[in-house]
Nanobody, 111 residues
Framework: QVQLVESGGGLVQAGGSLRLSCTVS????????ITWHRQAPGKQRELLAL???????NYADSVKGRFTISRDNAKNTVYLQMDSLKPEDTAVYYC?????WGQGTQVTVSS
C-alpha cells in the first residue's frame, strides 16, 4: 500500500526558505508522478509543481522562479525547495500520487 508523508513545514519570515519533503512508502513506478499542491484557508487546492514527461519540471505562475521540485530516487523522496517566501505562500502543502494524498504540512510565512 502506497503512503505519502510530507515534512519540513514550519514558520518562516518573509524572504526566507524552507525545503519540504514527500517520502513515499510502498511501490510506485516513478517518483516523476509525484506532484506538489497547496491549499490556503478559504481557497481551492492549487497545483504548484510537477515533473513533465520529458523529465523537465513545470510550475504554477505564482511560484515560478522561487520554488524548485526535485527527487532522490535512493531515498524515495520528492522535495520542494521554497525560496523568497511571501506571506501569501501560507498554506497547507500536500504531495499527490495518482489521487493519493499525504496528510499535509503547514507552512506559515510571517511579514
Amino acid at each position: 500500500q502506497v503512503q505519502l508523508v510530507e515534512s519540513g513545514g514550519g514558520l518562516v519570515q518573509a524572504g526566507g526558505s524552507l525545503r519540504l519533503s514527500c517520502t513515499v512508502s510502498g511501490f510506485i513506478f516513478s517518483l516523476n508522478d509525484i506532484t506538489w499542491h497547496r491549499q490556503a484557508p478559504g481557497k481551492q487546492r492549487e497545483l504548484l509543481a510537477l515533473f513533465t514527461y520529458d523529465d523537465s519540471t513545470n510550475y504554477a505562475d505564482s511560484v515560478k522562479g522561487r520554488f524548485t521540485i526535485s527527487r532522490d530516487n535512493a531515498k524515495n523522496t520528492v522535495y520542494l525547495q521554497m525560496d523568497s517566501l511571501k506571506p501569501e505562500d501560507t498554506a497547507v502543502y500536500y504531495c499527490n500520487y495518482h489521487n493519493l494524498w499525504g496528510q499535509g504540512t503547514q507552512v506559515t510565512v510571517s511579514s
